[in-house]
């Protein structure tokens, strides 16, 4: 059986057969060592063809990923990736990236890339205030706690931020906390009828059975709204019957 030559990388010279089979091949020419066996060269065609076809197949898969996860936007946030990727990555990019991903109505890759933009710059709390709503959002309410506790510690006073805080505290339980907050958000605007955050405390009194603080709180708004003077009117008056059954 005739072999085709194998040729050597130093001396291009052909290598003999019963050497190249050999685990450790050494040229018979110019002694150029191996580290292993030589493939013949129909074999390295089909490793060649294999390997080609893998890289093009990945490729494919990754084009196909980022089309679908960006649409529209696939070119335009390429140049932010490719940052991420060779370790340029900064808040700004993330911040870029999860505005993006807000446009696609991308919420779970929204809150990726804020909770992202949030790492590299922690005392960014434009980012944190955001990134707590949307753990909030998504019921992932300890998180949301944590995230938006630093905020309200360094003097954030955004009502909308402050009263998901509010709800994230009431849904883990600890409920004096929620009413402290509901409490703050009602001084912020006195002369102001804030029907959810009034609401929400309310509920959350009688929830805790303190029916007496929601009795009166309800009167209280009733008395001083002009546009409403009927607001929680049914609430009331379960308040009230409870209130004699309670005095017989």
Not at 95 to 109: F, H, T
Not at 207 to 227: D, H, L, M, P, T
Request: charged share 25%.
């Amino acid at each position: 059986m005739q072999h085709k030559p194998i040729l050597c990388n130093r001396c291009h010279l052909s290598i003999d057969h019963n050497r190249a089979n050999e685990r450790i091949v050494v040229c018979n020419h110019c002694g150029k060592v191996y580290s292993n066996s030589l493939l013949k060269p129909e074999a390295k065609g089909v490793l060649n063809f294999i390997y080609k076809s893998a890289v093009i197949i990945v490729f494919a898969f990754g084009l196909l990923q980022q089309v679908v996860t960006w649409d529209t936007a696939s070119i335009r946030v390429l140049p932010y990736q490719f940052k991420s990727l060779v370790a340029m990555d900064t808040s700004k990019n993330n911040i870029y990236l999860a505005k993006v991903c807000l446009q696609l109505d991308k919420l779970d890759c929204y809150q990726n890339y804020l909770h992202k933009a949030l790492v590299r710059n922690p005392k960014d709390m434009k980012v944190r205030a955001e990134y707590g709503k949307t753990l909030f959002n998504t019921m992932n309410y300890k998180e949301a706690k944590q995230t938006l506790n630093v905020y309200k510690r360094f003097g954030g006073k955004d009502r909308k931020v402050i009263f998901a805080y509010a709800r994230s505290l009431e849904a883990l339980g600890e409920t004096k906390s929620a009413a402290r907050e509901y409490r703050w958000l009602l001084r912020q605007k006195p002369n102001f009828l804030q029907i959810t955050v009034t609401e929400q405390y309310v509920k959350l009194l009688m929830k805790k059975g303190y029916n007496f603080q929601a009795k009166r709180y309800i009167q209280y708004v009733q008395r001083n709204s002009k546009v409403a003077p009927q607001f929680m009117q049914a609430q009331l008056e379960k308040l009230i019957k409870l209130s004699r059954v309670a005095h017989r």
